[in-house]
């Protein structure tokens, strides 16, 4: 077992993790940049090495920087987060060539991945349901309005490449396909480093579920459950939960399933999610995408089964071969608590005047910032999870109410209102809604 962990990231996650690699008796090293240097991540770990500029060009995603931080800090392994680093092979592999441990997948299983059209062929090839779409990437207009007439619309136009939503657009028409592609086309350019693009046939009213799967060092996967993450706003996660309210124990066992042999399929190493679009009136999915890394919202799944995941992923990474032993109970739901206008979501950094988080029977609170923290504009405006477990969804839901009321933060604009109101709306109180809920709430 490796002794020091240096994490290359930052906030919540790089705290998150500090947390679960100090109870191991480990070594935590941080990176930080300029921008972050009082945030509480840094300070908590055993060593914090500074990068440099806020800019993460100039810092967290400078990979020259990061390995320089590990050889100084005598760092034996490297643990990515997600985001920044977490899904690129290239960095993978120069972990490795440093002969430092990789805490993740492999650099082979990430590239498999990471290409969304490459993904769903071999997720066909190894029988995981997937919705009528392109085989190959699609490179203009004139492919794509062909390959549409032949799915059949509405149809998903999204970029090969990249992951979290970027560049999706829905078509229900020619009129439609061709401002979609357009856009997706600009984002796989500017994220991608491409510009090819995927088209899907899009289910209308879907709900958006992924399951948590575990590769063990001796080649076996298991699934952790799934979680339920069809609150969006703009095909941006905000609100996840477990069990989903929306399957049946049938689709549930189907889908767990299918997700073990998508891992099976790339000798999957370590945490990673399958992500499926379920059609809640059929009880039917088709595999979306896969991530190859942690989730941010995996505390809901740890609250569920007792199982740290940032622990079994520095065990597998070790070279652990024994499924850690899991019991589903009860329900869990997470808040994403962003630095952003609760009606328009549009970010809004700034610095905390107040953070008086909330506690209680079943809160949990994975937090980045504290008060005094300014959210600045150069990353991501997550500020905070906050975690509810209940022995029911109903129990969950009258906790989450108590705990959003008592999480105070003045100072950036934040959508902890956004959150109160989802807790009264009827369809999320309910349980039926589905990835287009937030947008019929804001129409």
């Known amino acids: 077992m490796f002794e020091s962990v240096l994490v290359a990231n930052r906030g919540e996650i790089a705290r998150r993790i500090i947390r679960t690699v100090q109870r191991m008796g480990l070594r935590a090293i941080a990176v930080y940049s300029e921008a972050d240097a009082d945030l509480p991540f840094v ?12 800019n993460p060009a100039q810092s967290y995603l400078d990979a020259a920087k990061v390995l320089e931080a590990a050889r100084v800090s005598g760092a034996q392994a490297v643990h990515p987060g997600y985001g920044f680093f977490s899904e690129n092979a290239g960095f993978a592999r120069a972990v490795i060539d440093a002969g430092l441990t990789w805490i993740g997948p492999s650099p082979e299983a990430i590239e498999q991945m990471g290409d969304k059209i490459n993904a769903r062929n071999l997720m066909e090839a190894a029988g995981v349901p997937v919705a009528a779409g392109t085989r190959e990437p699609v490179t203009d207009l004139e492919e794509a309005v062909a390959a549409a007439a032949g799915i059949g619309y509405p149809v998903m136009v999204k970029t090969a490449g990249g992951g979290g939503g970027i560049g999706m657009g829905v078509a229900h028409d020619e009129a439609g396909l061709a401002k979609a592609f357009e856009q997706a086309s600009r984002a796989a350019s500017r994220f991608g480093g491409t510009s090819a693009i995927l088209l899907e046939r899009y289910i209308e009213r879907a709900r958006h579920v992924e399951v948590q799967i575990l590769g063990l060092a001796d080649g076996t996967v298991v699934a952790l459950g799934e979680r339920d993450c069809s609150v969006q706003r703009r095909h941006q996660k905000v609100v996840e939960e477990t069990p989903s309210p929306g399957i049946t124990q049938e689709l549930r066992e189907r889908m767990l399933a299918a997700a073990v042999r998508a891992g099976e399929a790339v000798g999957y190493l370590g ?14 999915f088709v595999f979306l995408e896969m991530n190859t890394r942690l989730q941010v919202e995996h505390p809901v799944t740890e609250l569920v089964t007792g199982v740290d995941l940032v622990e079994q992923q520095l065990l597998i990474a070790a070279g652990e071969k024994t499924a850690p032993s899991v019991a589903v109970r009860g329900h869990a739901i997470e808040f994403r608590v962003y630095a952003e206008d609760p009606k328009r979501f549009f970010p809004g950094p700034g610095t905390i005047d107040v953070w008086v988080e909330p506690s209680g029977e079943g809160v949990r609170v994975d937090s980045g910032y504290a008060e005094g923290n300014t959210v600045t504009p150069f990353y991501d405006p997550l500020m ?34 956004f959150c109160a109101e989802l807790l009264e709306h009827p369809e999320f109180v309910g349980g039926g809604y589905d990835t287009g809920l937030v947008a019929r709430m804001r129409a």
């Open 384 to 417: 905070a999870k906050l975690c509810v477990f209940g022995r029911t969804r109903a129990e969950a839901l009258e906790r989450a109410r108590a705990a959003v009321a008592d999480f105070k933060v003045v100072g950036p604009k934040n959508n902890l209102p």
């Open 271 to 284: 945490a990673g999610t399958v992500e499926c679009l379920v059609d809640a009136d059929k009880q039917d």
């Open 43 to 54: 300070r908590e770990a055993d060593e914090a090495i500074p990068l440099g500029p806020a």
